[in-house]
């Protein structure tokens, strides 16, 4: 989370005849903007209803760093529990994007007015139960549009809650789709509202999720729910109370504004959970199956072509392959070129254009091999093949691009200029006498002159070299600063994010080893806080510091990946190597 962002705590006990002695933790890294809030209900998980009771707080941080949320204790029915520590991962920008949105299932007043309205049925009169007003009006659900599929064949999850009540709602615990790939159709933090019809009731329906699956193993995989905190709200009518007819306009505002019937209003909490959903995904069958085969599952094209037709020996040249159709599209691995004699490969590089609100995931995947010719000649690429699992068909497929032509020249050598030298040219002289001593003395004068003038040129030199020779000595003690981030940005520029992490790391951890000459045994984050400050640096670089690293090890184990959190992680990082890299140089004054 962000420094200014805002998180919301709630230590719940569920199930429990006999509470007592509860005792929340401080809070003393955070700001207290709300709570302590009590609240009693119940939570409702596939029809089966259970009590509980909980404590809520929303904090702020006062800082950025990795904060702890200490454990609360209870003694519950004799016995005394405690919950499980929170740690939280604070940094110094403004906006996180990690918040939970809230939303608020009303119908949008912005709606078309042909949007067919939704009744609320917030009144609670003699004689009707609240927990089955909830239950029949307020319920979330997932749906699949297919709950048996084969591997590599792309589902839709669809995950809504439907409401008829008013109520303030929060995702607490989002599905964890293990067992797929995930690709969202649209941004979970959007809050999509539309009007679904059920047992002839008109419904206010939120889309809380929608993502297309892709099955990575056979067997029933279970799509986890969904979980909800809600606050509800109820107008509970007085005994003989009964509904004021509309009276024109007057009387409709009248209606929008104030309750129908006398009688008091209430909010009930509940935590509500989807009912889990399992797809059967079958392994793809063995008849036919190709010896190549290589997991493509839907339908596609394929066109090879090259840059140039004509290259020279030696000079690198470009073949692209284009997979263009729907089905797993990013899962598609480059097909194999069978290259002929004298022509050799050494790079493949792969790009994706790939729609994801479209069902299945329809586009393009480019793959860009770079190969060179070592002779002359005429070259033909053989047509490239690839095989895919039709699943409407259910049959494998085959198919193949045209064969590429080349021809490759010989490297034309480039012609050397051939110096020309000047004959002389024969001077005719007529001497005589007096011009013979003339020319004589003038050359003896000139060659005085010229000895002095060099004597001052020669010593003007050898000082110069001295200076110079003094300036290379210095140049070659001072250390050489290199860009110790080169092997990331390089990861980073070439989409290999898992590497990324762990080379932004290693040069982190070098630069504080190389700056503090701790040994590896000593080479920790306590003694780095500790020698850094020693040094002079402030709590909030070190923090900064412990923020990059923490960030990395993190992201070690998470298969999500952001190239704008790379970019800032690499912005950070270089910002500190730059400093430790200067005071390398530019001792510290005492």
Known sequence: MGKTDYVQIQFVIENAKEIGNVQPPDFPDFNIVQGPSQSTGMTITNGVMSQYEGITYVLQPKKAGTLLIKPASAMVDGQLMRTSPVRI????????????????????????????????????RPGENVEDKIRKNFFTKVEVSKTECYV?????????????????????????????????????????????????????VHTIRKAQLIPLQAGDITLDPVELDNNIYFFKADSGSQKRPAQGLGGLLDRLFEPEESGTPFTQHIVLDSKPVTVHVKPLPETGKPADFNG?????????????????????????????????????????????????SYDVSSKENIDKTIAPLTGSKSFTYSFICSKTGTYTVPPVTMNFFDPESRTYKTIESEPVHIQVNQVKKKKHATPVIAAPIPVRTDWTKYALWSAAFLLLACAAIFIARQSKKDAILKAEKAKAIAELEKIKTAPVITDPLKESRELLDSGDYGRFYSSVNRAVWK????????????????????????????????????????????????????????????????????????????????
């Open 89 to 124: 991962t604070v940094h110094n920008q403004v906006a996180s994007g990690n918040k939970s949105p809230a939303f608020n299932p009303l119908p949008d007043p912005s709606w078309p007015r042909a949007q067919p309205p939704v009744d609320m049925d917030e009144v609670v």
């Open 511 to 590: 630069g504080v080893s190389d700056k503090l000459q701790l040994p590896a045994s000593e080479l920790n984050k306590l003694n780095i806080a500790s020698g850094l400050r020693v040094k002079g640096w402030s709590d909030e670089e070190i923090i900064q510091l412990k923020n990059i690293l923490n960030e990395c090890e993190l992201k070690l184990y998470t298969p999500e990946y952001s190239t704008t959190d790379m970019e800032r992680l690499l912005s950070s990082a270089g910002a500190i190597l730059n400093r430790l890299n200067a005071e390398r140089l530019t001792p510290l004054k005492a």
């Open 296 to 344: 493509a599952v839907g339908k596609y094209t394929l066109l090879a072509s090259i840059d140039s037709r004509q290259v020279d020996t030696g000079d690198a040249a470009l073949l692209s392959v284009e997979v263009k159709g729907s089905g797993n599209l990013p899962m598609i691995n480059a097909p194999v070129i069978n290259w002929p004699t004298d022509m050799e």
């Open 152 to 204: 590599g064949e792309p589902i839709v999850a669809t995950y809504k809650l439907y409401a008829r009540l008013r109520s303030d709602s929060r995702v607490t615990r989002h599905p964890s789709l293990n067992g797929f790939s995930v690709y969202d159709m649209i941004d979970p933090s959007d809050d999509r509202v539309s009007v679904e019809k059920i047992n002839g009731k008109n419904f206010s």
